[in-house]
């Protein structure tokens, strides 16, 4: 199996599957409960929290585990807008944001916020002055992703962050989950309120997440219950999960240490031959995050080439996974101005750092046929 999907969800790394076993044998017990089983589940909880924020650069206080990138964002978003909403009900996010995000602010309009979803360049990038200029008195809020889950786009989170500090009564918010492991971000004196983080897009495990709250950040939370997680995330702390994603954290990081340089080589091979093939228009632009290449072929249906590489086992994806079963348009490329047939035609290839050139290769052998065979059918 060649497996190209890793913006959708990674395969668990074995060592992370271990911990989890592990923790849930040796450590099952609530670490809320006040016998001593109890008290070293609680200790192993706060060593994972002393663990990932020390692989964040952070202090443990302004970690909160939760079950994963959705659920990050709704409590950041959420939990600014409905905390601080007496100072004003303005937020600022953009058109190509996770539909995780965009749902959460549509959800706000209806309770009366205001958004204003900033348009991207042609490479789905936001203008930074386009944002200064929709900052207003009543703005609470600025919710921005790192790097694009479709095309692999950076955002200008340093600069956006230089401009948050001027706004001290403003937050900022980052969806950092296409970003982690691979495109490099500092949090500390960042200017940064809240970073999202998902167990599942580092091989970790689905139902895993970390949401970095800066101190002094207060949240609204959407669970009320035992306290738990600085009364922010309610609920029996997922002690095994906690574990887990700072395993998978540690082992990416290491990855991205040593063996960033082959992803962009990759990508690099992967760009080379896709703008040799004939009709194929690439999407991600030059500077792009490492793992993530999406491009169209005009005129013909992405879910048959789907079909075609799957029935090879060779699996990619269209777009987001969030959205991917809704046959329209890309909303990210239609933002950054493409067509609708290009944007009705995006197919997204998404490496890791298992992939290898070998694959690679294959892969491409395969969409050259697939895109051969599907002309002749149409001729």
Known sequence: MIYLDNSATT???????????????????????????????EQLLLKAKEQAA?????????????????EGNNIAIKGIALEHQQRGKHIITSQVEHPSVIEACKSLEKLGFEITYLPVDENGVVVVNDLVNSIRKDTILISIMHVNNEIGSIQPIKEIGEIAKAYPKLFFHVDYIQGI???????????????????????????????????????????????????????????????????ALRLIKEHERKDISNLYNLQQQLRNELELTEGVEINTPNKAAPHILNFSVPGMKPEVIIHMLGEQDIFISTKSACSSKQLDESKVLLACGYSNDRAASALRIS??????????????????KAIKQFKEVLE
């Open 181 to 247: 492991g691979k495109v490099p971000l500092d949090l500390e004196d960042s200017g940064i309120d809240l970073c999202t983080i998902s167990g599942h897009k580092i091989h970790g495990l689905k139902g895993t997440g970390i949401l970095y709250v800066k101190k002094r950040t207060i949240l609204f939370p959407l669970f009320h219950g035992g306290n738990q997680e600085q009364s922010i995330r309610s609920g029996t702390e997922n002690l095994a999960g906690a574990v887990t994603i700072v395993k």
């Open 54 to 70: 020390q692989l964040l650069g952070v202090q443990k206080e302004e970690i909160i585990f939760t079950s994963g990138g959705t």
């Open 11 to 41: 395969k668990p790394d074995p060592a992370v599957l271990q911990s989890f076993q592990q923790v849930s044998n040796d450590f099952f017990a609530n670490p809320s409960s006040v016998h001593q089983f109890g008290a070293k589940a």
């Open 351 to 368: 490496i890791s750092y298992e992939t290898t050139k070998n694959e690679i290769d294959t892969f491409l052998q395969a969409l050259q």
